[in-house]
């Protein structure tokens, strides 16, 4: 429970938990207290064990093989293409905890709102990455149905400096003086809200950077105060620990880790995630995204069976809405859009009539 006055002995003695293969008997391996999957052992693994994982273990899991490297490959031309465009027009990109050139630029490349720019850009090449089974079924556990994908991608060039150690969204993007107005319950309801995710988009040794991690510092009531003070800062640079991933890999962390990507010391690595924020259904996503949009680029290719897609590109969670003009039918809730979709698919309507019933469902969403 937080205190306002993190102690760092408090840190070490939550630190000090070992991660007992006992408890993950679907894990292949622990390596530096963090948990590594194969992807059949994420398929066979009970919801219970991941949030197990998650919560009362390291707080990271490493899943070998997530995603094919074919599927990958193909989505990685397509965020190349971005960035290029991006230098092309000239735009500068901000970046969260990263280092700054001598001009306050970042050093790295992130592409903002990935998740609905490669929808837009290459829908068959969306919808074969987001129909990821691995990529849902981390998702479940954590977080429930109803999730809300975001995606960012980031690439940090050879040299590119390490972020500082930080815990992610919610709390972990506001200042010390507004997060310690937070009430206790909050600090431990906001990592529950999010799922961090990475997927190596290139090979990605020791030497290029992936992300530094301080297994079970989900646990320390005090984190999301402490990052910001100097003696935390010094800990994590000097005991984080960091696996090397290779392309199609994925890491999935609770947001309360205390973490940060490293510094890319290799001469030609251009170390590429698609970093995935997964929201909770009932919080706040970091970025908006356009929905609607999403789910009229991919809607032709998608096909009966493609449910983890349906749930990465459409609003799975019917609220907020207009109860005045979107009554709750046959239960308590009106459809959601993912629900349109999914109808949409099953009965095989064709574009024009999804685009019809699409922006009818927004319609009764509206106040006025």
Known sequence: ???????LDDLLAVLDDRTDPADFPHAESVE???????????RAAPPAELVRAFADGPGVVVVRGALERRVVDRATAEFDAMVAEQHAAGRQVGDHFAAVDENGRGTNDRVWNALEKLA?????VFVDYYASDVLALVALAWLGPG???????????PGGQAQVGHR??????LPPTEIVRYPAHVHRLSPVLTLQGAVAHADMPVESGPTLYLPHSQKYGDGYLATALPEFARYFEEHHVQLPLRTGDAAFF?????????????ADV??????????????????SVDRARVCRAVYPHLR??????IAAAAEGYAFPTNLDRDPPVDGLAPPSQADLVRRAVTEGWDAEAFDAALTEHAARRDTH
Not at 304 to 309: L, Q, T
């Open 1 to 7: 429970m937080p205190t306002g006055t993190p102690v």
């Open 32 to 42: 530096q207290k963090v948990l590594v999957y194969s992807a059949d052992g994420v």
């Open 270 to 287: 251009r170390r590429t995630a698609n970093l995935l924020q997964i929201s909770s259904a009932f919080g706040r996503a970091m970025e």
């Open 120 to 124: 837009v850009r290459a829908p068959d």
């Open 168 to 173: 992610d969204y919610h709390l972990g993007f």
């Open 304 to 309: 009966p069976g493609h449910e983890h897609a």
């Open 254 to 266: 609770n947001p309360a880790v205390i973490h940060g990507a490293g510094t890319n010391r290799t």
């Open 147 to 157: 999730y809300q994908v975001t995606s960012q991608v980031n690439v940090v060039h």
